[in-house]
């Protein structure tokens, strides 16, 4: 079974950037679908980016522009890099993969495998 960890949040100042790494272990992901998501406190959890199998990215239009979701097989990890940063992009940022499933979707429950998350808090 893959584990997922992520790593790289903070605290940063809006117009600031941050790294998230996601981490995977066990078993290779480079074949399969891997979408970062975000929740606010007391919000839905909601999509931010997706890289499918084959590269091809996705992105919600709240951060496109200002986020790159890119992956490194060989390290079998999945980043998310974040420039620009508002307040209103303040949550729980988590990684997850669609295991064994090449192509992505924005819908959360399509999602086998999740990491636990790392805090991003953006001040303004």
């Known amino acids: 079974q893959v584990q997922l960890v992520e790593s790289g949040g903070g605290s940063v100042q809006a117009g600031g950037s941050l790294r998230l790494s996601c981490a995977a272990s066990r078993t290779s992901v480079s074949p399969y679908c891997m979408g970062w998501f975000r929740q606010a406190p007391g919000k839905e959890r909601e999509w931010v980016a997706s890289?499918?199998?084959?590269?091809?990215?996705s992105y919600a239009d709240s951060v496109k522009g200002r986020f790159t979701v890119t992956r490194d097989d060989a390290k079998n990890t999945l980043y998310l890099q974040m420039n620009s940063l508002k307040p209103e992009d303040t949550a729980m940022y988590s990684c997850?993969?669609?295991?064994?499933?090449?192509?992505?979707?924005?819908?959360?429950?399509?999602?086998?495998?999740w990491g636990q998350g790392t805090q991003v808090t953006v001040s303004s």
């Open positions: 890289i499918d199998g084959g590269g091809s990215t």
């Open positions: 997850a993969v669609r295991f064994l499933i090449w192509t992505c979707t924005s819908s959360d429950r399509a999602y086998t495998i």
